[in-house]
């Protein structure tokens, strides 16, 4: 099980990056943290004939606060997300599902931009960005254009970057006093892609839900908000019929697809009792 | 595409500088390059953590990190851990215990057990699991594993508590 | 006067916690498994494989692959045969079983996917992958069997026309009178038990080297294997060379479980290129091929049904168990033991005398199948653990009291069960009660229920089992196949005193090494630190079988133990004769030669072993000391001897979810004299991770066309450290009489017997739900199924 031959180019900053990926078209892909590609480029499932290396982009690493936002740089791994003390302050839901990502060993090398642009449909980023209403910075020799994670997941590994863009940040708004989130997924094994998976976040005054979203991953070709079961949520305490409501509402939302191991009724139900326990977690008096 | 990447990296404290195909990964490398065979390629595909080696400092996959990435990188296998008697406690334990039975996952254990031996307070039984679980053994059911890396993880910590309180 | 010197008191290593020598070299990074072997000359090999379940090759061009960079050589399956004589995989103690020949690489039609049907020789592994996906073949797909309830219909093609049919084999066993016992039972509970198709995942995957000198008309082929002498034989007879030019060397091997002690046709193509080319040919299967090609096990469905009495005794079992094999029976072994095994195990740990079995074996397009850790047994045990903990259910009777009714009694030996297997001396009771007392169970069944009613699901699953282990020729000699049930061990006194054993059961991790030092170390009076052990290698040492069937202690351990004696008799003579003393008034305890009586040194064993070998000159001319020494053992007394145990499980089920958590295990076990608990415990502990992994986790998925869907390990899922449970392990003796040393093998007990605790513990918690699972792996799907919560 050996990589088929390609080039290889370390890029010497982001607009470097950008040029060599002009100059190759869409015969180049870009090595992050190579956590996924290079055991698809091993098992020969892709062969690009070129890699552009920017896993050595410093400019691309690192977790800062605006006044409005967390930004957190494309190349930031999984581990650096798990350890982040500003993380765990904000937005402790993410933290929790760092910690969540594959092993130790792989979290140390995989990054946040790099599973957003893969658009694995059963990785936990892709649902955060749209849960938490996330931004993303793309760059190209063109210039750079800001991306709603809402606009930004369009299929299966299929995303809005255009050819020759390179995703730079992560924009997470910061948030209001009231919100909260919550996160779970179901996996059969420590560190395994998730039978389904979500992000719930609501603001909770006086202990009703309001501006509820709930992201679900590894149930559909890519992350998807539960739209018709979040207004089902809102004005509601989360209760068993706000939330039996919102059940109702998942297959309509979601058009689950059946896994090696599970078919559409099992991740439909699934993706019912994970919503109904990470809502309970938000409705929780001090939740 | 024939092209040849050279570098230039430190393996166990020596450095050695090698031109490399873009496609060989570290664990190639280091079994094919260095002839370092400690390390093992379990799955080629990052699931089994049998080629798990210190990259920097880190625990990472030898499987899924490139060696022509690694110019100026420091890497630690299981021979140089062994040599500088880094983890013969941990060796001794896993001795002890018989915390292996073919051997071919030990290396890899040992490696991403250096990554929680340093806990403090030690890692619990149910930390040290979830930490091993990207490593797959075969042989021993995993508890004796558990039990020697439990077992080093405390020895360690009270010898450090020892340690501060001579000092 | 001087005070007495304190005499040595006779000291053995038979019981004792010896952690093994050999481990250190591992944990150091170390080993010498096959892949780490560098050779002068050496080139890679890699395959093309089939796509396709079953299909014609009407074009395959190499020519591409030949101009590709680093190639050296490509060759299809009719070049690869002209090296490789093909074969066929029969017993002739399995009355009409039938296979077809099997060639090394495909000739014209692939069978499985994954089967070889080219080779590449380049001087790189990437350059060999670069080049095999240049070649082009062009396949005629044809229908695939892969459905084994359908493989016999007359509908369904038959993959090998030659044979009429696609039934490898058929067995029944009746009893008679069986329908009148269930017609007058007074419960009968009926299932259909079904098993994932699984295999054995071994961390190193096979690996082979194999060199071939033609001045010498010599191979040499380094191989993780456990049976170096059969395959030996094998290289022989199929690549026509003479037997003692072929030296098979098996150094460390990295697990193995049964999966390394088949002949696989891949690595018959690599000695037959080797043979061809003249030049040293490296393989090993990445994790893809593992999974494709090395070998499968268990997939059966058995409808059963067991009758019992108003007292809750059985009176009657009944089976029919359908098993699907792949194209080809795999040689040497067959394909046919498991279901075989599944026959002659059923309810084997019960008293009853009225038994109907039923064994079919079909063969698929699916990769073969064949003997993996516990051949047979976690079927067995589980379909008759999960009848009885059904029946006990039925008749309100607590699961721990109904096998208390229903196992043989402890004094009821020897005994043969209604299958035909015949029991030494088993101790089903003893370990009943010590693993109740191990687990507290009347305190587990109180917490059970205080949970419940908080709506917290945890069920006990308990699980009796036998082991077959210590097998004489009845298993495969008797049918013809050149694997030997003796083994031998050959020890040799060093000048220093110390002792260098030889033996032909191999070591992959279960500790062999460490056994046999133990072994020798006691019976010759010496250190267990100055024996060192020699595995692996056909070139030294004697003869023998290897390391399968739970053999290594029982057999391995008995030859060593003879050897030991034998060894030390001749050291006592040779100090005799220094001594000018009547040897059977010395003995020989931690290297010095002492007086028998009193324990008082006389001589050391170094020098000794420094005259025997230096100075023979000043011994009389007549006395030849005798410092190397050869035994063999092969077990005579009974077919197999079994051994036995019992195990329980305690899980949580999420009824929400289907979710299954592993919360502790418990087992006792009875194999015999126990050379090194820290060894049995360990074997037991693996043993248990797999058959949990068989309950939980591990199915092999294909699609209706054969193509195998989880070929990966991210998505065929294996035991991990986070979801494995602690284990408390208890043990009972009972040495069997068949040797002196009265071990049995431990190997496959923890196996056997884990599936059908975990089963029976699911069910349990699902009492409350009205609900029941007997499929496996039991995945969230089939709980949540059987919960009614999806349809």
């Known amino acids: 099980m050996k990589a088929p031959p390609f080039a290889y180019r370390r890029a010497s900053s982001v607009a470097d990056a950008c040029a060599l990926l002009d100059a190759h078209g869409g015969s180049a892909r870009i090595l992050a943290g190579g956590q996924s590609l290079i055991p698809s480029l091993n098992l020969r499932l892709s062969q690009p004939e070129l890699l552009i290396d920017i896993s050595q982009l410093a400019e691309l690493r690192g977790i800062r606060v605006s006044a409005t936002e967390m930004i957190i740089g494309a190349l930031t791994r999984h581990a650096d997300i798990e350890r982040s003390a500003e993380v765990r302050a904000r937005f402790p839901a993410l933290a929790d599902a760092a910690r969540q990502i594959a092993h130790p060993a792989i979290r140390n090398r995989g990054t946040i931009g790099g599973s957003i642009a893969l658009a694995d449909p059963a990785a936990e980023w892709p649902a955060a960005a749209l849960a938490f209403d996330m931004r993303f910075t793309a760059v190209s020799t063109q210039g750079e254009r800001s991306i709603a994670a809402t606009e930004f997941f369009k299929g299966l590994y299929e995303t809005a970057l255009l050819p020759g863009e390179v995703l730079r940040s992560i924009h997470v708004p910061l948030p209001a006093a009231a919100q909260r989130a919550a996160f779970g997924e179901l996996t059969r094994r420590s560190g395994d892609y998730a039978i389904a998976g979500a992000f719930v976040t609501a603001s909770v005054t006086g202990g009703w839900l309001g501006g509820t979203r709930a992201a679900f991953f590894g149930v559909a070709t890519r992350p998807l908000l539960a739209a018709r079961a979040m207004r089902a949520l809102d004005g509601s305490a989360g209760d068993a019929a706000a939330v039996a409501a919102a059940r109702a509402h998942l297959e309509a939302d979601l058009d689950p697809i059946a896994d090696l191991y599970n078919s559409r009724a099992t991740k439909l139900h699934l993706a019912g009792v994970l919503l109904a326990r990470l809502v309970a977690r938000l409705a929780a008096p001090g939740g | ?167 | 006067m001087n005070a007495p010197v304190p005499g040595l008191a006779p000291t053995t290593y038979i019981g004792q916690d010896t952690p093994r020598a050999n481990a250190r070299r591992l944990l150091a990074g170390r080993g010498q498994y096959v892949d780490d072997l560098r050779l002068p000359r050496e080139l890679h090999a890699a395959f093309v494989r089939s796509p396709h379940a079953h299909a014609r090759i009407t074009r395959l061009d190499l020519s591409p692959a030949r101009k590709s960079r680093g190639v050296f050589w490509c060759g299809t399956g009719a070049d690869v045969a002209r090296a490789v004589s093909p074969w066929v995989a029969t017993l002739t103690h399995f009355k009409g079983m039938k296979s077809a020949p099997q060639y090394a690489v495909a000739v014209d039609r692939a069978t499985w996917q994954g089967e070889a049907v080219a080779v590449i020789v380049a001087q790189t592994r990437a350059q060999a992958e670069d080049a095999a996906q240049l070649v082009e073949v062009e396949y005629e797909p044809l229908p695939a069997v892969t459905d084994m309830e359908t493989a016999l219909d007359a509908a369904t093609p038959v993959i090998h026309p030659d044979l009429g049919d696609n039934l490898a084999f058929t067995r029944g066993v009746d009893t008679g009178g069986v329908a009148d016992v269930f017609a007058a039972a007074h419960l009968v509970v009926e299932d259909t038990f079904r098993f994932g198709r699984h295999t054995g995942v071994c961390l190193e995957p096979r690996a082979i080297t194999a060199d071939y000198n033609p001045s010498e008309n010599q191979l040499t082929v380094y191989l993780a294997n456990q049976a170096p002498h059969m395959m030996r034989d094998i290289f022989a007879k199929h690549l026509d060379i003479p037997e003692a030019n072929v030296r098979v060397i098996a150094r460390d091997v990295g697990g193995s479980f049964g999966i390394k002690v088949h002949v696989y046709p891949d690595e018959m193509a690599i000695v037959g290129v080797a043979k061809l080319l003249g030049r040293p040919i490296r393989y090993s299967a990445d994790r893809l091929e593992s999974m494709s090609t090395d070998i499968h096990a268990r997939e059966h469905r058995v409808r059963a049904k067991m009758g019992v009495d108003r007292d809750g005794r059985i009176t009657a079992i009944e089976i029919d168990d359908l098993t699907g094999i792949g194209p080809y029976s795999v040689y040497p072994r067959t394909s046919a033991v498991e279901g075989n095994q599944v026959v002659n195990l059923t309810g084997a740990a019960y008293d009853f005398r009225h038994y109907v079995a039923n064994l079919r074996v079909v063969f698929q397009n699916k990769t073969p199948t064949c003997q993996y850790r516990a051949v047979g047994h976690p079927i067995a045990m589980a379909v008759a653990e999960g009848l009885v903990d059904h029946a006990a259910q039925k008749l309100g009777i607590d699961p721990a009291e109904f096998r208390r009714r229903n196992l043989i009694a402890d004094d009821n030996y020897p005994y043969t069960s209604a299958s035909g297997m015949k029991f030494e001396a088993l101790s089903h009771h003893a370990c009943l009660d010590k693993l109740l007392a191990l687990m507290d169970y009347p305190a587990l069944r109180a917490e059970q229920k205080a949970l419940r009613a908080r709506g917290i699901h945890r069920g006990i699953g308990l699980a009796a089992l036998i082991e077959v282990t210590n097998p004489s020729a009845a298993f495969y000699g008797v049918g013809g196949a050149r694997i030997s049930s003796q083994d031998g061990c050959t020890l040799r006194l060093e000048p220093t005193g110390w002792v260098t054993a030889q033996t032909g059961v191999t070591e992959q991790g279960q500790g062999t090494e460490a056994m046999i030092a133990q072994v020798v170390a006691s019976a010759v009076g010496i250190p267990v630190e100055h024996v060192r052990v020699i595995t692996g290698d056909t070139d030294t040492g004697p003869y023998g079988g290897g390391t399968w069937a739970s053999r290594g202690a029982g057999i391995g351990g008995e030859a060593a133990l003879l050897a030991g004696r034998e060894l030390k008799a001749n050291i006592l003579a040779l100090a005799g004769v220094i001594l000018n003393r009547d040897a059977a008034g010395l003995d020989l305890r931690r290297a010095q030669i002492v007086d028998a009586a009193t324990g008082e040194p006389v001589l050391p064993l170094a020098e000794a072993a420094r005259i025997g070998q230096y100075r023979p000159d000043t011994l009389p001319r007549e006395f030849q000391p005798q410092l190397s020494v050869t035994r063999q053992f092969g077990q005579r007394d009974w077919p197999f001897v079994f051994t036995n145990g019992i195990q329980a499980s305690y899980v949580e089920v999420d009824p929400d979810t289907g979710f299954v958590k592993l919360l502790k295990h418990w087992m006792v076990e009875d194999c015999g004299t126990i050379i090194n608990p820290l060894l049995v415990d360990e074997q037991l502990r693996g043993g248990i991770a797999q058959g949990i992994g068989a309950a939980l986790w591990e199915e092999v998925l294909y699609d209706a066309d054969g193509n195998l869907k989880n070929g990966t390990l991210a998505d065929y899922l294996v035991p991990m450290a986070a979801e494995m449970p602690d284990m408390v392990l208890g043990h009972v003796e009972t040495p069997t009489r068949s040797s002196e040393l009265g071990a049995k093998g431990a190997g496959e007990a923890g196996t056997a017997g884990a599936p059908g605790a975990v089963m029976n513990a699911i069910n349990d918690a699902l009492l409350p739900f009205n609900a029941r699972v007997t499929e496996m792996p039991f995945t969230p799907e089939r709980l949540l199924r059987a919960l009614g919560k999806i349809a």
């Open chain 2, 1 to 167: 595409m024939n092209q040849l990447i050279n570098v230039t990296l430190k393996v166990n404290g020596t450095e050695v500088s090698r031109p490399v195909e873009p496609r060989t990964h570290l664990i190639d490398f280091l079994r094919n390059e260095l002839a370092l065979t400690g390390s093992h390629a379990g799955c080629e595909h990052g699931v089994c953590g049998a080629c798990t080696v210190l990259v920097d400092g880190e625990i990472v996959r030898g499987c899924l990190t490139l060696a022509c990435q690694l110019d100026g990188a420091d890497v630690v296998t299981v021979e140089g851990l062994t040599e500088s008697g880094a983890i013969a406690d941990l060796q001794t334990a896993f001795h002890l215990r018989n915390a292996l039975q073919c051997g071919y996952c030990t290396p890899g254990m040992l490696v991403a057990a250096t990554a929680i031996l340093g806990q403090q307070p030690p890692a619990t039984r149910e930390e040290i699991r979830e930490h091993l679980s990207g490593n797959y053994c075969r042989c021993t059911g995993y508890e004796a594993i558990v039990d020697a890396i439990e077992e080093t993880a405390k020895a360690r910590a009270a010898g450090r508590a020892l340690a501060q309180e001579g000092a």
